[in-house]
Every structure is written in C-alpha cells, then in structure tokens.
C-alpha cells in the first residue's frame, strides 16, 4: 500500500520507518525543509534504538522516502497518518493547529479515495472535527476522505519496537 505520514518527528518518522519495514511504500511529509534535508542525507534526528539502520536501509530500497510536498504525497495515496506536534496552551487544552492546518491541505490535494489517520492522542471529538474541516475546505469534486484515530503509545527509547511488537492498538472510525 502507499502511505504519506505527514510529520517527521518521533512520532512520524517512527510511524514511516516500521510502515516500510512491513513493506508498504512510505512517503514522510514534513513542512521543514531541513529536517527533510537532513532525513534525505540519512540523518536522523532523534535517537531510538534500530531506527537509523532501518531509515537507511528502507531509503536504498526505495520503499521510504521524504518531501515537503504535501499536496503531490498524498496525491496517489490510499491511506495518510497525521503525526504532527501536539501542543499545550496555557489552560493545558491541546492546540490542535497543526492538526488544523494538515487537515486543510489534505482537503484540497486532489481526487481519489484516502483514509486520514490521527496518529496523536487527541481529545474526544477530534474526528469529527477533522471530518467537518476537510468537508468545510474540499475543492468541488473532491475525493472521499474518511478518518480514523490511531493513538500512539511510543515509549521514548522503545518507539520501534513498541510499533512492531505493540502490547495495544487502538483504532477508532465514525
């Protein structure tokens, strides 16, 4: 299957590395150029046990790959995960902003069927929410979009081995 993993923090860069390692083909969105620079050059920005030598690997294979392009990764995909940062406001209510605005972008990528997966833990609602917003912003014409969460339970220095061997999966559809 071909998978665009928006976010290429721990949580994304974790979630595009194992997608590949199981032989889906990956692509790892990221709005920071230089982080997608780095990734490209086989740097790898955060430290987790079995993740450089598996990025390294997936990329000379050709089943990962990273771009700043969201609108052309998710163009061809059947399946996308958002895994861009949660923040907190000052009240400690999640700031979903990122969410926000990877939702809207989603929205206007073009045709095609795609299911969006919320990779963060988030509050109750947020799938409706992300399914008012990509209604609210999709072109005429627009693809079928449908939404799942997937909340991850990554524990740093474990976050490989959590994805590939994980205790519990949580999935949640409408």
């Given amino acids: 299957m071909r998978v665009a993993v928006i976010g290429t923090g721990r949580v994304g860069l974790v979630t595009a590395a194992c997608l590949a390692h199981v032989g889906h083909e990956v692509i790892g969105v990221d709005d920071d150029g230089e982080r997608i620079a780095r990734l ?20 000379q294979s050709a089943r990962l ?30 700031d979903l902003s ?21 990779k963060n833990t988030v509050p109750a609602n947020t799938g409706a929410w992300m ?22 339970f990554l524990r740093q220095g474990s976050a490989v081995c959590d994805t590939l061997h994980p205790d519990r999966i949580v999935v949640g559809v409408r």
């Fill in 98 to 118: 990122a969410v926000e605005q990877a939702t809207r972008r989603i929205a206007c990528a073009g045709p095609g069927d795609l299911l969006v997966v919320e």
């Fill in 40 to 59: 490209s050059r086989g740097e790898i920005p955060v430290q987790e046990p079995a993740l450089e030598a598996m990025v390294t690997a997936l990329r």
């Fill in 65 to 94: 790959a990273f771009t700043t392009d969201l609108r052309a990764a998710v163009r061809d995909r059947a399946l996308a995960f958002i895994c861009v940062p949660i923040r907190h406001q000052s009240n400690g209510a999640a």
């Fill in 131 to 152: 399914e008012r917003t990509l209604a609210m912003y999709a072109a005429p014409g627009a693809r079928d979009i449908e939404v799942a969460s997937n909340p991850e």
